[in-house]
C-alpha cells in the first residue's frame, strides 16, 4: 500500500513539473534582456532586467502608434474578462430559468439546440459573426467584443441541471406567498446559485480573458488590444537590425496569466462547491 502511495505521489509531482515548467521557464527569461534571449533562447536562471524589463512593458507606451502600454492592455483584458464572465451568467440564468419552470412547448428541444451549439467552434461562426458586428457598426468597440460571443451553452447547461434540482416545495411555496416569476428568480433561486454563480464566473472570465482570434479580428485600434494580443504585437518588429523584445513578451506573458490564476485562487473553494454540491 505504501509503495502504491508513493507512486500515487510521484506521479502527481511529474504532473506539477511538467505544468509549472513553461511558466517558470517564462518568468526566468523574463529577467533577461532583449539580445541575450535572442542569441541563447529559454533562459533556465533569473537575471538582472526584472525590473527594468516589467517596468518597460506596463508604463513604457509602445505599439505602432507609441500610445498604447500595458496598463491599457490589462484594462482592456479586465473589461473582456468580467464582460464575457457578467453576460454569459446574465444570459445563462435567464436562459435556464425558462427552460426549466416555464416549460412552454418544445422546451427540451430548444434546450438541446443550445447545447448543440457546443459541438460548433468560434472558428466555425467567425465570419458571419463578424459581418453582423460590422453592419451594427461594433468594430473597435468593446460592445463589438463582448456582445457577439456571451451566449453559452455550457452555462446554460449547469443553471439547467442545478434549477433542476431545487425542490418543487419552494416553487410551491413562492407560489402561496404571492411571489410572481421575477421575484421567485431574484430572491431564491439568485441566492441559491451563489456557488454556481462563482464556478460559472471562473470558467467564463478565464474564456474571455484568453481569447486572442475575436479581439484580433474585431480590433484594430490599438487602445482596444488586450495583453494576449500585445503578446504578438511586441513581437511584430522586424526592422532593420532590430530584433523582437522576446523578454518583454515574456513579462506581458506573465502579467497576462496572474489576473486569472488570482480568480482561480480566490475562487477555487466555491468553484469546487458549485460543481459538486448537491444539496440545496
Not at 425558462?98 to 434546450?111: E, G, K, T
Not at 460571443?149 to 419552494?170: C, D, K, Y
Request: contains cysteine; aromatic residues 14%; glycine residues 6%.
Amino acid at each position: 500500500m505504501k509503495k502504491i502511495q508513493i507512486w500515487d505521489h510521484v506521479i502527481l509531482l511529474a504532473g506539477v513539473f511538467f505544468m509549472v515548467t513553461p511558466v517558470v521557464l517564462t518568468l526566468m527569461t523574463s529577467t533577461h534582456d532583449a539580445i541575450t534571449v535572442y542569441k541563447e533562447g529559454v533562459q533556465f536562471l533569473p537575471g538582472g532586467k526584472f525590473l527594468e524589463n516589467y517596468e518597460t512593458v506596463l508604463f513604457q507606451a509602445g505599439g505602432f502608434t507609441k500610445e498604447v502600454d500595458g496598463f491599457v492592455m490589462l484594462k482592456n483584458s479586465m473589461i473582456l474578462g468580467f464582460g464575457f464572465a457578467i453576460g454569459k451568467i446574465i444570459i445563462s440564468m435567464l436562459a435556464a430559468y425558462a427552460i426549466v419552470y416555464f416549460r412552454f412547448p418544445m422546451a427540451s428541444l430548444c434546450f438541446w439546440v443550445i447545447f448543440a451549439t457546443l459541438l460548433l467552434p468560434l472558428e466555425v461562426r467567425i465570419l458571419p459573426s463578424y459581418e453582423i458586428v460590422q453592419s451594427l457598426g461594433m468594430v473597435n468597440t468593446y460592445s463589438g467584443l463582448i456582445v457577439p460571443l456571451i451566449a453559452s451553452a455550457t452555462g446554460t447547461f449547469f443553471f439547467r441541471q442545478f434549477f433542476m434540482s431545487v425542490p418543487e416545495e419552494l416553487l410551491e411555496a413562492a407560489r402561496i406567498d404571492g411571489a410572481g416569476p421575477w421575484k421567485f428568480f431574484k430572491d431564491i433561486l439568485v441566492p441559491l446559485s451563489q456557488t454556481m454563480i462563482a464556478a460559472i464566473f471562473i470558467i467564463m472570465f478565464v474564456y474571455g480573458w484568453n481569447q486572442y482570434l475575436w479581439p484580433t479580428l474585431i480590433t484594430t485600434d490599438e487602445s482596444l488590444f488586450t495583453l494576449v494580443r500585445g503578446i504578438k504585437q511586441i513581437l511584430q518588429v522586424w526592422v532593420g537590425a532590430q530584433i523582437p523584445a522576446f523578454n518583454e513578451a515574456m513579462a506581458l506573458a506573465i502579467l497576462a496569466i496572474v489576473p486569472p490564476v488570482l480568480i482561480v485562487v480566490v475562487f477555487q473553494s466555491w468553484f469546487v462547491k458549485g460543481l459538486v454540491e448537491s444539496d440545496k
